[in-house]
Nanobody
């Protein structure tokens, strides 16, 4: 059973940056981030394939960057220019088949890491 462990969340002021990490216990071909703010539905942030192709949500494009270290089996999410509306629990997910923006299709899911952006 693949395990995903997120880290890097915390409290940051508006305009600041954070880098989230997601360490996988083994190889995972496709990895993504989703987030869920209080009282809101979970939403897609971005996905990266094994080859390095990426796809981002509109709100993330230009501010967030996905990358991965294949040796360490770790996914990163660099978040810049953070705003209070980015406050949410961020979840790492992974699967062997491409799942894109469909959270339910991802086989492996982390426990989430809290990101709080103060104004």
């Amino acid at each position: 059973q693949e395990q995903l462990v997120e880290s890097g969340g915390g409290l940051v002021q508006a305009g600041g940056s954070l880098r989230l990490s997601c360490a996988a216990s083994g190889r995972t071909d496709h990895m993504a981030w989703f987030r869920q703010a209080p009282g809101k539905e979970r939403e897609f942030v971005g996905v990266i394939t094994w080859s390095g192709a990426t796809n981002y949500a509109d709100f993330a494009r230009g501010r967030f960057t996905l990358s991965r270290d294949k040796v360490k089996n770790t996914l990163y999410l660099q978040m810049n220019s953070l705003q209070p509306e980015d406050t949410a629990v961020y979840y790492c997910v992974a699967s062997s088949a491409y799942a894109g923006r469909d959270y339910a299709t991802y086989r492996y899911r982390g426990q989430g890491t809290q990101v709080t952006v103060s104004s």
